[in-house]
């Protein structure tokens, strides 16, 4: 069974900065990709950022500049690295592996942005 365990998640004022990781439970490189995604209070979860494992990227406009998705395949790990935050970014921010067509989630890490 897959396991994602996202951390780093908080509280943070506008125009600062987090960090999220993904821990995953086996080599990155079992999964076509890895994303993070994200679900505002009473919205849909949405596409934030995805990488492949030939380092292909690929962002949502919202945070197209500000966010920076990262993988570390030695420590089976993925990263958010997110600047100039916005209140509109608070979410609960999910990791996710896509593998043969099917998807693993995280639980999810809380993002709240706020002065």
């Known amino acids: 069974q897959v396991q994602l365990v996202e951390s780093g998640g908080g509280l943070v004022q506008p125009g600062g900065s987090l960090r999220l990781s993904c821990a995953a439970s086996?080599?990155?490189?079992?999964?076509?990709?890895m994303g993070w995604y994200r679900q505002a209070p009473g919205k849909q979860r949405d596409l934030v950022a995805t990488?492949?494992?030939?380092?292909?990227?690929n962002y949502a406009g919202s945070v197209k500049g500000r966010f920076t998705i990262s993988r570390d395949n030695f420590k089976n790990t993925v990263y958010l690295q997110m600047s100039s935050l916005k209140p509109e970014d608070t979410a609960v921010y999910y990791c996710?592996?896509?593998?043969?067509?099917?998807?693993?989630w995280g639980k999810g890490t809380l993002v709240t942005v706020s002065s």
């Open positions: 996710n592996a896509l593998s043969r067509e099917v998807n693993y």
């Open positions: 086996r080599s990155l490189f079992s999964f076509n990709a």
């Open positions: 990488v492949t494992n030939i380092g292909s990227t």
